[in-house]
């Protein structure tokens, strides 16, 4: 929270618009408003006001870049205040003013692009936002808010993953048009947790199918953005995954998926009320303490199912 005063002619010039237009002055007021709050966080900030000498300010006001965002009240034009001279370390300048703002402005177009993206027509898209925002959307901006989903998912897709310690991997299937029809298509994914036990979805990938040189390039690239450290990954069985990692994570251990395990031996399962009997056996030898009592529970399942259904046993 600023110390500093507020200029009481900007205060002034707020108050006399809106006592001369009343409600149609709202949007200019504001704009006065918040501009002068972002100059009193730039002073706040440096330490030092506009020409103030002071032996501890952090750095120098820079003049002004102009940014406009859409509101309720309308499209308001702003000065935003810019900082230079900063010692190293120190963070860069953005008036929280305008943050919140800017953060609004961005995640409507997105939401916009997301509408769009998902087949909702222009026409709709611009009744939507009408309805919930007081903005009229023309088709040009429907397609600039579309490009601009394009390029954050493209940032996301590029960016630098780090060091990762596992790595799950797998693919849902989607209906998609191609070539004029309309085909399932792989989409391949892979989440990682991080050295600090978090987990992130690292990439996901578009492909016609998960033979081996769909994965394979998958997780090439998930390679060249810089994914290292990996102590163990889990996936399915599938014969191209399999293969993919073989060729480039050759030493890097693999677990079977749990839960992939689970629907493959629910489909041997001779009767239905007997699924949730299996499910508990099998996850009581997943949750046991070490692999000696592991293999003694694994046993015993076995020799359980063994008349029951032979197929399930094996």
């Not at 009481?8 to 504001?30: D, K």
């Not at 953060?103 to 993206?117: N, P």
């Not at 009592?293 to 694994?298: F, G, M, S, T």
Request: glycine share 8%; with cysteine; net charge positive.
């Amino acid at each position: 929270m600023t110390n500093r005063t507020p200029d009481p002619t900007t205060i002034s010039m707020a108050l006399e618009l809106l006592t001369s237009n009343g409600m149609e002055a709202v949007g200019e007021a504001v704009q006065i408003l918040i501009n002068e709050a972002m100059q009193l966080e730039r002073s706040d900030f440096l330490a030092a006001g506009p020409h103030e000498r002071n032996a501890g300010r952090r750095g120098y006001a820079n003049g002004f870049r102009d940014k406009r965002l859409k509101s309720k009240l309308g499209e308001l034009d702003f000065k935003v205040p810019r900082v230079r001279g900063l010692q190293d370390g120190d963070e860069g300048f953005y008036p929280s003013a305008l943050e919140r703002g800017v953060r609004s402005e961005k995640a409507l177009k997105l939401a916009i692009a997301e509408m769009y993206v998902q087949g909702v027509s222009t026409r709709k898209v611009a009744a939507i936002t009408k309805e919930l925002c007081g903005l009229d959307i023309t088709s040009s901006q429907v397609s600039r808010a579309a490009k601009l989903l394009d390029e954050e998912i493209d940032a996301w897709r590029t960016r630098t993953i780090g060091e990762h310690r596992y790595l799950i991997l797998d693919a849902r299937y989607e209906k998609v048009r191609h070539g004029g029809s309309v085909v399932d298509c792989a989409v391949l994914m892979a989440v990682g947790v991080g050295v600090d036990g978090k987990r992130r979805v690292l990439g996901v990938s578009a492909a016609l199918s998960e033979a081996e040189v769909h994965w394979h390039e998958f997780l090439e690239a998930l390679s060249r953005r810089g994914l290292h450290g990996v102590q163990a990954i889990t996936s399915d069985a599938h014969t191209g995954l399999r293969a993919a990692l073989r060729s480039v994570f050759p030493s890097v251990p693999r677990q079977r998926c749990q839960f992939h395990l689970q629907q493959y031996a629910q489909a041997y399962v001779p009767q239905v009320g007997m699924r949730k009997e299996v499910a508990a056996d099998i996850r009581s030898v997943f949750a046991a303490p070490n692999r000696l009592e592991a293999d003694r529970l694994l046993g015993k399942l076995v020799e359980k199912y063994r008349t029951k259904d032979p197929r399930l046993a094996t």
